[in-house]
């Protein structure tokens, strides 16, 4: 059975930094593209983020230069670091891979 657990969301002031980790298991993780999407209150679910099996990364627009997507296939995680956030990027952020999504983690950003 596939999982994917996601943590490092919280509360973070405008300009700070955060990293997300999303651990998969059940899988033969290396073999498949990972994206990290984020979903606002009242907005739909977007897409923030993917990285193939090769390591090859695409990021929307509104993160590019701020947001770097890796992963480690030893541990089976893929990460999303978060820099210079500001309140727009407040959303639950999601991991997924193929169909499978993780529980999400909450980032707050505040003013």
């Known amino acids: 059975q596939v999982q994917l657990v996601e943590s490092g969301g919280g509360l973070v002031q405008a300009g700070g930094s955060l990293r997300l980790s999303c651990v998969a298991s059940?899988?033969?993780?290396?073999?498949?593209?990972m994206g990290w999407y984020r979903q606002a209150p009242g907005k739909q679910r977007e897409l923030v983020a993917t990285i193939t099996s090769g390591g090859t990364t695409n990021y929307a627009d509104s993160v590019k230069g701020r947001f770097t997507i890796s992963r480690d296939n030893a541990k089976n995680t893929v990460y999303l670091q978060m820099n210079s956030l500001n309140v727009e990027d407040t959303a639950v952020y999601y991991c997924?891979?193929?169909?499978?999504w993780g529980q999400g983690t909450q980032v707050t950003v505040s003013s």
């Open positions: 059940g899988t033969i993780f290396r073999i498949y593209t």
């Open positions: 997924k891979m193929v169909l499978y």
